[in-house]
T-cell receptor
Framework: SQQGEEDPQALSIQEGENATMNCSYK?????LQWYRQNSGRGLVHLIL?????REKHSGRLRVTLDTSKKSSSLLITASRAADTASYFC????????????FGSGTRLQVQP | DVKVTQSSRYLVKRTGEKVFLECVQD?????MFWYRQDPGLGLRLIYF???????EKGDIPEGYSVSREKKERFSLILESASTNQTSMYLC??????????????FGPGTRLTVL
C-alpha cells in the first residue's frame, strides 16, 4: 500500500517562482526523504529529515515535517527550468525493513 | 560516487517468456531493492535483499523472484512474463552503516514492455 501521497499531482510554474509540494503519510516514521526523478531516469536523493526535526534546509530546498499531522512539505525557491522533474517523498519506518515507502509523486514543470 | 547499473534501459519481451533483469552496485552495499514504477502509483517494492542469498518479499512479489549470489549483484526474474508486468523497473542499493546509510541509490531503470 502507498504510504506517502503527494499533493499536488502536477504543478506548473514560471522560472523564478517558488514551488511547494506536500506529502502525507500514514504510519510513524524514523525519517522522511525527498527524491527527484528526471524523465525516464532513476531517482536521486535530495534531502532527509528525521522524525525529531521540524525543518531542514539544503541550498534552495526547504523541507518541513509535522509528525502530529503526518505530513511534510518540500519548498524549492527561485525555481529554474532545470528543476523540471518528478518529486517523490519516501518514508523510512521503524519496522527494521530497510526499504523505503514511496508516494506517487508530484510532477513539476518550470516554464522558462 | 555510488554507481548502480542495470543491464538494459529498454527491453521488449513476449508473454510467457522468462525475463532476467540484472542490477550491479559498486559500493559494497548490503541492501538491494527492486521496485516497479507505474503512472499514478509511485514506486512499489517487489523484493529486497539485505545480504548475499537473503531475500524478502516486498509489497507486490507475485509473479517475480530474485537471486543474490554475490553482494554486488541482485537479479529480478519474471518466470513467465505477462502484459501486466509492463512497467519501469528500478533497482536501488543502500548501506547498513556510515553517514548516509539512510539514502537509497538508484539505477537508471529498465523499461520493460511485454507484448
Amino acid at each position: 500500500s502507498q504510504q506517502g501521497e503527494e499533493d499536488p499531482q502536477a504543478l506548473s510554474i514560471q522560472e523564478g517562482e517558488n514551488a511547494t509540494m506536500n506529502c502525507s503519510y500514514k504510519t510513524s516514521i524514523n525519517n522522511l526523504q525527498w527524491y527527484r526523478q528526471n524523465s525516464g531516469r532513476g531517482l536521486v536523493h535530495l534531502i532527509l529529515i528525521r522524525s525529531n526535526e521540524r525543518e531542514k534546509h539544503s541550498g534552495r530546498l526547504r523541507v518541513t515535517l509535522d509528525t502530529s499531522k503526518k505530513s511534510s512539505s518540500l519548498l524549492i525557491t527561485a525555481s529554474r527550468a532545470a528543476d523540471t522533474a518528478s518529486y517523490f517523498c519516501a518514508t523510512d519506518g521503524w519496522t527494521g525493513r530497510r526499504a523505503l515507502t514511496f508516494g506517487s509523486g508530484t510532477r513539476l514543470q518550470v516554464q522558462p | 560516487d555510488v554507481k548502480v547499473t542495470q543491464s538494459s534501459r529498454y527491453l521488449v519481451k513476449r508473454t510467457g517468456e522468462k525475463v532476467f533483469l540484472e542490477c550491479v552496485q559498486d559500493m559494497d552495499h548490503e541492501n538491494m531493492f527492486w521496485y516497479r514504477q507505474d503512472p499514478g502509483l509511485g514506486l512499489r517494492l517487489i523484493y529486497f535483499s539485505y545480504d548475499v542469498k537473503m531475500k524478502e518479499k516486498g509489497d507486490i512479489p507475485e509473479g517475480y523472484s530474485v537471486s543474490r549470489e554475490k553482494k554486488e549483484r541482485f537479479s529480478l526474474i519474471l518466470e513467465s512474463a505477462s502484459t501486466n508486468q509492463t512497467s519501469m523497473y528500478l533497482c536501488a542499493s543502500r548501506s547498513s552503516s556510515g553517514s548516509n546509510y539512510n539514502e537509497q541509490f538508484f539505477g537508471p531503470g529498465t523499461r520493460l514492455t511485454v507484448l
